[in-house]
């Protein structure tokens, strides 16, 4: 094999991948190393796509316990084969991890097997699972490593008992008491799945209110509505230990305000509370600059402090830890080391949480409006007075637009929905094309659809809505 490359592109998470999709496009030659078995990262083997496989399955067996009846859908004796969910996972996740692997071969991208470390900004050393090392020369190189998940200060993670999200997308039994330290969207998505397997959950949370990065309104009510599900919150609390006693662990917490401490014994405690940069010792041996974060830093064309050396996705310091941003990000630097105009706006990009009901933003929310001193106005729509949503017996959640207040222009959009995920398109869309609050409330919305809630809080905006 030739070993020059015009891009090495290290790690194929949904960053790396695409990147290396897009050069090759560009008709660059390309390769990409990658120590995992498969391909995808952590997006596919052990992130997105597993634990949405779950939320599905475990949505559709408590519809058919506790909703299906009402519906005029009687079922017989409704039983859960974990096992089952699970092998309909890892068939999901192989299909797709194969998938990439097709799309490497139909695009001549050279996929390099072992763990990738850069030497120097135009040589690559991938080392095989047999030690074996081989020199790969290149012009330009793009760090794509990733994450990998964090503990608080003291906790170690045993994937036993102490398990981080990769081992709690593959417990072989629903934990009778299951502890969650982190309320924010990793946490909130497998404490659904457990509850509606049959778990009991307790989310201890830092903050006083959970997904602390989302609009204060969007969080209060999402609060009500998982505490409506029987999921348990104690919020304002910092864990101080874990102790693992035999195949039990005790949880021990104080209360930030009353400093009232206090334990709960459970079956697995799921640590939820962030992840951190995959930064390698050969990147910290290059001098590769990072932030006080200890990711990546990179300019507006996703280069680091080293010439020809690029990073992208989760390991650098520039929007939020999604698969989606890293996918931008890795057509935006091929196009860019390809001379192109590659750009990642930023300010659009939609997050979601895949929870029943969803929740999902893009833009800034109330919170930051204020702090950044902006006027603006908000138009609110709820769910209860959209025909389709109750119709389907989904009222749960809102709209809310929030606009400036002279120009109209929409600066953020947050939605408590059935189906927010996929309404969120529209509104990252909108906000692309710089439109106003008048332009959502001007466009025709198909009836009847939950969409129809965005015209209506657009239209809020203006205080008219038509059905609230
Ligand atoms: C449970 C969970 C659920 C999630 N759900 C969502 C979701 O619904 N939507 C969403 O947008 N995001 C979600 N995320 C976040 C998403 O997975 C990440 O933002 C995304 O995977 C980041 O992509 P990346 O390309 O930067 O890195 P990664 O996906 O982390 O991929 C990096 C790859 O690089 C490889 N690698 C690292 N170092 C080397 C090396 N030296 N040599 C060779 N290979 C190397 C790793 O093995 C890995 O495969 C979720 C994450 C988790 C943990």
């Given at each position: 094999?030739?070993?020059?490359?015009?891009?090495?592109?290290?790690?194929?998470?949904?960053?790396?991948?695409?990147?290396?999709?897009?050069?090759?496009?560009?008709?660059?030659?390309?390769?990409?190393?990658?120590?995992?078995?498969?391909?995808?990262?952590?997006?596919?083997?052990?992130?997105?796509?597993?634990?949405?496989?779950?939320?599905?399955?475990?949505?559709?067996?408590?519809?058919?316990?506790?909703?299906?009846?009402?519906?005029?859908?009687?079922?017989?004796?409704?039983?859960?084969?974990?096992?089952k969910m699970m092998s309909?996972?890892?068939?999901?996740?192989?299909?797709?991890?194969?998938?990439?692997?097709?799309?490497?071969?139909?695009?001549?991208?050279?996929?390099?097997?072992?763990?990738?470390?850069?030497?120097?900004?135009?040589?690559?050393?991938?080392?095989?699972?047999?030690?074996?090392?081989?020199?790969?020369?290149?012009?330009?190189?793009?760090?794509?490593?990733?994450?990998?998940?964090?503990?608080?200060?003291?906790?170690?993670?045993?994937?036993?008992?102490?398990?981080?999200?990769?081992?709690?997308?593959?417990?072989?039994?629903?934990?009778?008491?299951?502890?969650?330290?982190?309320?924010?969207?990793?946490?909130?998505?497998?404490?659904?799945?457990?509850?509606?397997?049959?778990?009991?959950?307790?989310?201890?949370?830092?903050?006083?209110?959970?997904?602390?990065?989302?609009?204060?309104?969007?969080?209060?009510?999402?609060?009500?509505?998982?505490?409506?599900?029987?999921?348990?919150?104690?919020?304002?609390?910092?864990?101080?230990?874990?102790?693992?006693?035999?195949?039990?662990?005790?949880?021990?917490?104080?209360?930030?305000?009353?400093?009232?401490?206090?334990?709960?014994?459970?079956?697995?405690?799921?640590?939820?509370?962030?992840?951190?940069?995959?930064?390698?010792?050969?990147?910290?041996?290059?001098?590769?600059?990072?932030?006080?974060?200890?990711?990546?830093?990179?300019?507006?064309?996703?280069?680091?402090?080293?010439?020809?050396?690029?990073?992208?996705?989760?390991?650098?310091?520039?929007?939020?830890?999604?698969?989606?941003?890293?996918?931008?990000?890795?057509?935006?630097?091929?196009?860019?080391?390809?001379?192109?105009?590659?750009h990642v706006n930023y300010?659009?990009?939609?997050?979601?949480?895949?929870?029943?009901?969803?929740?999902?933003?893009?833009?800034?929310?109330?919170?930051?409006?204020?702090?950044?001193?902006?006027?603006?106005?908000?138009?609110?729509?709820?769910?209860?007075?959209?025909?389709?949503?109750?119709?389907?017996?989904?009222?749960?959640?809102?709209?809310?637009?929030?606009?400036?207040?002279?120009?109209?222009?929409?600066?953020?959009?947050?939605?408590?929905?059935?189906?927010?995920?996929?309404?969120?398109?529209?509104?990252?869309?909108?906000?692309?094309?710089?439109?106003?609050?008048e332009d959502l409330a001007?466009?025709?919305?198909?009836?009847?659809?939950?969409?129809?809630?965005?015209?209506?809080?657009?239209?809020?905006?203006?205080?008219?809505?038509?059905?609230?």
């Amino acid at each position: 094999m030739d070993n020059n490359f015009d891009v090495i592109v290290v790690g194929s998470g949904p960053g790396g991948y695409v990147c290396a999709i897009r050069s090759a496009q560009l008709g660059l030659k390309t390769a990409c190393v990658e120590s995992r078995k498969t391909l995808g990262g952590t997006c596919l083997n052990v992130g997105c796509i597993p634990s949405k496989s779950l939320l599905h399955s475990s949505k559709m067996y408590h519809k058919a316990q506790k909703e299906l009846n009402n519906l005029g859908v009687e079922t017989g004796n409704i039983k859960l084969n974990l096992s089952k969910m699970m092998s309909n996972k890892n068939k999901s996740v192989l299909t797709l991890t194969k998938g990439i692997e097709f799309l490497f071969k139909k695009n001549k991208i050279t996929h390099l097997k072992g763990k990738g470390s850069i030497l120097a900004k135009d040589t690559v050393t991938v080392t095989d699972d047999y030690g074996k090392k081989i020199n790969y020369e290149t012009k330009n190189i793009v760090i794509g490593t990733g994450s990998v998940p964090t503990s608080l200060p003291g906790i170690k993670i045993d994937e036993k008992i102490i398990v981080s999200s990769t081992e709690a997308l593959s417990f072989k039994k629903v934990p009778k008491e299951l502890i969650v330290i982190g309320g924010g969207y990793i946490g909130l998505e497998l404490s659904s799945v457990w509850k509606r397997l049959g778990s009991n959950v307790t989310v201890i949370e830092f903050f006083d209110h959970i997904i602390p990065e989302m609009d204060k309104d969007i969080s209060t009510e999402f609060l009500k509505i998982l505490n409506k599900q029987g999921i348990n919150f104690k919020l304002d609390s910092k864990v101080t230990d874990v102790r693992v006693v035999k195949d039990k662990a005790v949880v021990y917490f104080t209360n930030n305000k009353s400093a009232i401490k206090e334990k709960i014994e459970c079956d697995k405690v799921l640590v939820a509370v962030g992840r951190k940069a995959n930064i390698s010792a050969d990147i910290s041996k290059l001098g590769i600059k990072l932030d006080n974060q200890k990711k990546i830093q990179i300019n507006n064309k996703f280069e680091t402090s080293i010439k020809n050396i690029y990073a992208i996705g989760d390991v650098v310091d520039k929007g939020p830890m999604l698969a989606h941003k890293a996918e931008d990000e890795g057509i935006a630097v091929a196009e860019i080391i390809a001379g192109q105009a590659g750009h990642v706006n930023y300010g659009a990009i939609p997050a979601v949480i895949y929870t029943n009901p969803e929740v999902a933003m893009v833009g800034k929310t109330e919170e930051q409006v204020k702090k950044e001193n902006i006027k603006y106005k908000v138009g609110k729509f709820p769910f209860m007075a959209n025909s389709r949503a109750k119709v389907n017996n989904e009222t749960e959640g809102f709209v809310k637009i929030i606009a400036n207040e002279r120009s109209d222009k929409v600066l953020g959009v947050s939605i408590i929905s059935a189906v927010a995920g996929t309404m969120i398109a529209e509104l990252a869309l909108a906000m692309e094309f710089g439109a106003s609050a008048e332009d959502l409330a001007r466009t025709c919305h198909a009836h009847p659809t939950h969409c129809e809630a965005v015209k209506e809080a657009a239209m809020a905006v203006d205080k008219r809505p038509i059905h609230f």
